[in-house]
Nanobody
Framework: QVQLVESGGGLVQAGGSLRLSCTAS??????????MAWFRQAPGKEREKVAS?????????YYADSVKGRFTISRDNAKNTVYLQMISLKPEDTAVYYC??????????WGRGTQVTVSS
C-alpha cells in the first residue's frame, strides 16, 4: 500500500517562505515514473491543484495562476520525495497542503497533509 507523508508546514507571516516535502513509499509504487502534484484545501473550499511535475525526470511543470512566480515544485527520485518551495506567502495561501500523483490515485489514498498558516 502506498503511503504519502507531507511535512514542512507551519505558521509564517505574510511575505515569508516555507518548503514543503512529501515522501512516498510503497512496494509497488514507482515514484520516478509518477507524475506528482501538490494540492491544497482551505476551510470551506474544495481541494485544488497548485503545482505538478512530470515523472521520469521530466521538466514539465504546472502551476496554478494563483501561485505562479511564488511556488516552485521539484522532486528527488532517489529519495522518493517531491518538494514545494513557497515564497512571498499570502494569507490566502493558508490551507492544508497534500501531495499525490497527478491525477490523484484512484484508490483514494491521501496523506494527512501539512498545515500552512499565513498571518497578515
Amino acid at each position: 500500500q502506498v503511503q504519502l507523508v507531507e511535512s514542512g508546514g507551519g505558521l509564517v507571516q505574510a511575505g515569508g517562505s516555507l518548503r514543503l516535502s512529501c515522501t512516498a513509499s510503497g512496494r509497488t509504487f514507482i515514484f520516478s515514473g509518477s507524475n506528482m502534484a501538490w494540492f491544497r484545501q482551505a476551510p470551506g473550499k474544495e481541494r485544488e491543484k497548485v503545482a505538478s511535475i512530470r515523472g521520469y525526470g521530466g521538466n514539465n511543470v504546472y502551476y496554478a495562476d494563483s501561485v505562479k512566480g511564488r511556488f516552485t515544485i521539484s522532486r528527488d527520485n532517489a529519495k522518493n520525495t517531491v518538494y514545494l518551495q513557497m515564497i512571498s506567502l499570502k494569507p490566502e495561501d493558508t490551507a492544508v497542503y497534500y501531495c499525490n500523483t497527478d491525477p490523484p490515485r484512484p484508490d483514494g489514498i491521501w496523506g494527512r497533509g501539512t498545515q500552512v498558516t499565513v498571518s497578515s
